[in-house]
C-alpha cells in the first residue's frame, strides 16, 4: 500500500498553535472589564479560542497514529513504538518543568504548583496510551479503528461522570490527571477522547487516502459531519434520552461542548484540507513543523518558566482590548523568530533531550 504525506496537517497545527499564542497572551493580560459577552469581538475570539485545544488533542492522535501505521509497514514499527514512548514521556517531562520556579527553589521555597497538568502532559499519556492499544490491535486493523471511534464516543458522552471529580487519599500527582480541584488545566479525561478521535481519522486516511476520490470525499465528510456535530448533536442526544431514558445522555446534552468543538475540527479539517495544494512548503506548514518549540518558547516569555518573571508579571490584567492586539501581535511574531532561527525545528527540543540523558548514562 502506497502511503501519502498529508500536508494539511502541519497547516492546521500552525492554525492551532498561532491560535494558542494569541489566545493565551490576550487572555492572561487583557483587562477583565473587557471579558464581556456584550462584545461582539470578544464572544467572536473566545468561541474561536475555544478550538484550539481540541483541535491540538485530534491533529496529535491523528499525526502520531499514521506515523505509527506507516511505521508498521515499513517494518520499522518497534522503532516508531521505542520513539513514541520517549516522545510520550519527554512531553510530560516539559510540561512538569516548564512549571518550575528555580529561583524559588533555589531560595528554599517549594510547593506543588509545578505538579499540575497542562497540555503538554495530557498530550503525552495519550500519545503512551494510543501506544498502548495500537499494541493490542495491531494485527486487527478494522478493530482497532472501532476501538478508538468508541473510546472517542465513551469519553464524551460520558463527561457528567467526571466533570466535577474530587479524588482523594490518591497521590498528587496521579490524582491531577483525573481532576481539576488541585489547579489542573487539563486532564487525561475527556481530552483523550480527542486524540482517540484523531488516531481514528488516521486509520481511515492509511487505508484510504491513496484511492480516488478519496479527498472530495473526505472534505464532503469533514464539511457534512462537522456541521451536524455542532447545530444538531445537542437535538441528537435529547432525542437519544427521550426513546432509550437514559440519563446519562441528558446530562451530556445539556452541557454539549465536546461533541460541538468536534465538529468546528473537523470544519478546520475540511478546509485545511480543500486548500492543501497550496499549502504545500508555505510558511505556514513549516510553522506547523515547530509546534513544540513554540509552544515551549511562550511559555518561557508569557509565564516566566524557570525564573518566575515573564510578561504575565508586568502586564497581568492591565492591557486595553487594542494593546492586547497589537501586543499580541508582537509576541506571536517573536516567537516565531525566536523559534526559525535559534529552535530550528520540534527536532531541536527532542535531540536536546536525548543528548541530555545520553551525559546521565555516562
Not at 90 to 99: A, E, K, N, P, T
Not at 108 to 131: A, E, K
Not at 163 to 188: C, D, H, Q
Request: aromatic fraction near 20%; hydrophobic fraction near 50%.
Amino acid at each position: 500500500m502506497q502511503t501519502t504525506r498529508l500536508y494539511f496537517i502541519d497547516a492546521v497545527r500552525a492554525f492551532a498553535i498561532l491560535m494558542m499564542l494569541q489566545g493565551h497572551f490576550i487572555d492572561t493580560l487583557i483587562d477583565p472589564v473587557y471579558r464581556d459577552s456584550a462584545y461582539t469581538a470578544y464572544n467572536v475570539w473566545s468561541y474561536f479560542r475555544g478550538i484550539t485545544a481540541p483541535t491540538f488533542f485530534t491533529i496529535s492522535g491523528l499525526v502520531f497514529t499514521y506515523l505509527l501505521l506507516r511505521a508498521n509497514q515499513k517494518g520499522d514499527v518497534q522503532k516508531r513504538i521505542k520513539k513514541g514512548l520517549f516522545r510520550g514521556l519527554l512531553l510530560i517531562g516539559i510540561g512538569y518543568s516548564l512549571r518550575i520556579n528555580i529561583l524559588s527553589w533555589i531560595s528554599g521555597y517549594f510547593n506543588t504548583y509545578f505538579l499540575v497538568i497542562d497540555v503538554l502532559q495530557c498530550i503525552g499519556l495519550s500519545l503512551i496510551i494510543l501506544i498502548c492499544l495500537y499494541t493490542l490491535f495491531k494485527n486487527h486493523s478494522y478493530i482497532f479503528s472501532i476501538v478508538l471511534f468508541s473510546i472517542s464516543i465513551i469519553c464524551f458522552i460520558s463527561e457528567p461522570l467526571y466533570r466535577t471529580l474530587e479524588i482523594t487519599n490518591v497521590p498528587l500527582v496521579l490524582a491531577n490527571y483525573m481532576t481539576k480541584v488541585n489547579g489542573s488545566i487539563f486532564t487525561i479525561l475527556p481530552w483523550f477522547g480527542y486524540s482517540a478521535a484523531g488516531a481514528f481519522l488516521s486509520t481511515v486516511f492509511f487505508r484510504h487516502v491513496h484511492r480516488k476520490q478519496f479527498r472530495v470525499l473526505t472534505i464532503i465528510t469533514f464539511y457534512t459531519v462537522g456541521i451536524i456535530l455542532i447545530f444538531y448533536s445537542t437535538k441528537i442526544l435529547f432525542q437519544l434520552h427521550r426513546l432509550t431514558g437514559y440519563d446519562l445522555l441528558y446530562r451530556c446534552a445539556d452541557f454539549n461542548y465536546l461533541f460541538i468543538r468536534m465538529g468546528n475540527v473537523l470544519i478546520l479539517f475540511g478546509l485545511f484540507y480543500t486548500f492543501e495544494r497550496y499549502l504545500k512548503q508555505s510558511i505556514i506548514s513549516k510553522i506547523g513543523e515547530k509546534t513544540l518549540s513554540m509552544y515551549v518558547i511562550h511559555f518561557i516569555l508569557l509565564y516566566g518558566s524557570f525564573t518566575g518573571y515573564g510578561l504575565k508579571n508586568f502586564f497581568y490584567q492591565s492591557l486595553t482590548p487594542w494593546e492586547a492586539i497589537f501586543g499580541a501581535v508582537i509576541f506571536v511574531t517573536t516567537v516565531c523568530f525566536i523559534s526559525f532561527y535559534y529552535a530550528r525545528t520540534n527536532h531541536f527540543v527532542y535531540s536536546l533531550a536525548s543528548k541530555i540523558i545520553s551525559l546521565f548514562k555516562k
